[in-house]
């Protein structure tokens, strides 16, 4: 039986991303990251588009010599439709589009934040159906039970900032270099939780998480009256303070579905999901309730095109092909 090729684009932010897989299995992978938005602190859209343009080309044909295959090759081409920055996935749902209009193949359209669930579907270990899937990126922060490939139901989500943003803001008031969220990390390792900070009651599954970044920067504003030198003096265990309680306030829910649903099997995915404070937290968590837990490889947690391409598969194995009058969608909803 002849092998399925697809090639998938992801471009729903700062990273533009290519990956090939033949049927089930990555062949090739790559990502090109765009360092200029460190010098603003975040990103900045207009150039964020502007590199997918300039990495695209390049990039596709570093994935195909990876691959060792030709255009002709390509059963289908992939890429994340939504949601993202409007800019950004103009370029890769427009470069996917031509592609497959000249090779005469089919396009198929992926969802990014069920992307990075199925980001678990690439490699063993792999769950089984149902699972519970907690999502955390800069911009998302979900509670997903996962039934199936293509039958995903949000149980909860962020009333209004994303754990990830949390990350980034709270970095950004100690003045340290964006991204914040891998520094805190990294700092947070040296220190310990000293410092409190108070958990938003919120019911449900849903999440908040804007109290507490309000409850950090007067926290700050405060203690540097007393001593303008306490960020410094203090950082380390500062960022293992604001980290343990970002992890509790995400596991405390995942906790709290677990006992709802009465699903054991609970997998992490999103950039935040690469975080070491909320990886060994839920370890933890695991071994205290039993659980049986999932965490992807660094590499398939931040934005990548390999969990555009596995989610393509199972699209294409349905025949779940796109039509060539959609287009890109900033909010795309679930």
């Given at each position: 039986?002849?092998?399925?090729?697809?090639?998938?684009?992801?471009?729903?932010?700062?990273?533009?991303?290519?990956?090939?897989?033949?049927?089930?299995?990555?062949?090739?992978?790559?990502?090109?990251?765009?360092?200029?938005?460190?010098?603003?602190?975040?990103?900045?859209?207009?150039?964020?588009?502007?590199?997918?343009?300039?990495?695209?080309?390049?990039?596709?044909?570093?994935?195909?010599?990876?691959?060792?295959?030709?255009?002709?090759?390509?059963?289908?081409?992939?890429?994340?439709?939504?949601?993202?920055?409007?800019?950004?996935?103009?370029?890769?749902?427009?470069?996917?589009?031509?592609?497959?209009?000249?090779?005469?193949?089919?396009?198929?359209?992926?969802?990014?934040?069920?992307a990075h669930v199925m980001a678990h579907f690439i490699e063993d270990p792999k769950p089984t159906f149902p699972f519970l899937c907690l999502t955390v990126s800069g911009g998302h922060t979900q509670i997903i039970k996962v039934k199936s490939h293509n039958d995903m139901?949000?149980?909860?989500?962020?009333?209004?900032?994303?754990?990830?943003?949390?990350?980034?803001?709270?970095?950004?008031?100690?003045?340290?270099?964006?991204?914040?969220?891998?520094?805190?990390?990294?700092?947070?390792?040296?220190?310990?939780?000293?410092?409190?900070?108070?958990?938003?009651?919120?019911?449900?599954?849903?999440?908040?998480?804007?109290?507490?970044?309000?409850?950090?920067?007067?926290?700050?504003?405060?203690?540097?009256?007393?001593?303008?030198?306490?960020?410094?003096?203090?950082?380390?265990?500062?960022?293992?303070?604001?980290?343990?309680?970002?992890?509790?306030?995400?596991?405390?829910?995942?906790?709290?579905?677990?006992?709802?649903?009465?699903?054991?099997?609970?997998?992490?995915?999103?950039?935040?999901?690469?975080?070491?404070?909320?990886?060994?937290a839920l370890q933890e968590r695991a071994l205290t309730n039993h659980w049986t837990v999932f965490v992807p490889k660094f590499e398939y947690c931040t934005d990548n095109a390999a969990m555009i391409a596995i989610s393509a598969y199972f699209k294409y194995l349905d025949?779940?092909?796109?039509?060539?009058?959609?287009?890109?969608?900033?909010?795309?909803?679930?």
């Amino acid at each position: 039986m002849k092998s399925i090729y697809i090639l998938a684009i992801e471009s729903s932010c700062d990273d533009t991303a290519a990956a090939i897989i033949q049927d089930d299995k990555i062949i090739a992978n790559g990502v090109s990251t765009q360092k200029i938005h460190q010098n603003y602190g975040g990103v900045v859209p207009e150039w964020a588009s502007r590199k997918h343009q300039e990495n695209i080309i390049p990039l596709l044909d570093h994935v195909m010599k990876l691959a060792d295959i030709e255009l002709s090759d390509l059963d289908a081409i992939a890429f994340t439709r939504g949601p993202g920055l409007l800019g950004s996935l103009i370029v890769g749902v427009s470069f996917a589009k031509s592609l497959a209009l000249s090779l005469d193949i089919p396009i198929i359209e992926i969802h990014h934040m069920k992307a990075h669930v199925m980001a678990h579907f690439i490699e063993d270990p792999k769950p089984t159906f149902p699972f519970l899937c907690l999502t955390v990126s800069g911009g998302h922060t979900q509670i997903i039970k996962v039934k199936s490939h293509n039958d995903m139901k949000i149980l909860g989500t962020t009333l209004d900032d994303a754990a990830g943003e949390a990350f980034d803001k709270a970095g950004k008031m100690m003045g340290l270099p964006y991204p914040a969220g891998p520094e805190i990390d990294r700092l947070a390792a040296k220190g310990n939780p000293v410092f409190d900070f108070p958990e938003p009651r919120i019911d449900g599954l849903d999440f908040s998480f804007s109290g507490l970044k309000t409850a950090f920067r007067y926290f700050l504003r405060d203690q540097t009256k007393l001593d303008p030198n306490f960020i410094e003096n203090n950082k380390e265990d500062i960022c293992a303070s604001i980290q343990h309680k970002i992890v509790d306030i995400l596991l405390n829910k995942v906790e709290k579905a677990v006992k709802q649903t009465g699903l054991k099997q609970v997998a992490i995915a999103g950039g935040v999901s690469a975080n070491s404070g909320l990886r060994n937290a839920l370890q933890e968590r695991a071994l205290t309730n039993h659980w049986t837990v999932f965490v992807p490889k660094f590499e398939y947690c931040t934005d990548n095109a390999a969990m555009i391409a596995i989610s393509a598969y199972f699209k294409y194995l349905d025949n779940d092909f796109s039509d060539h009058s959609i287009g890109p969608e900033a909010r795309l909803a679930w």
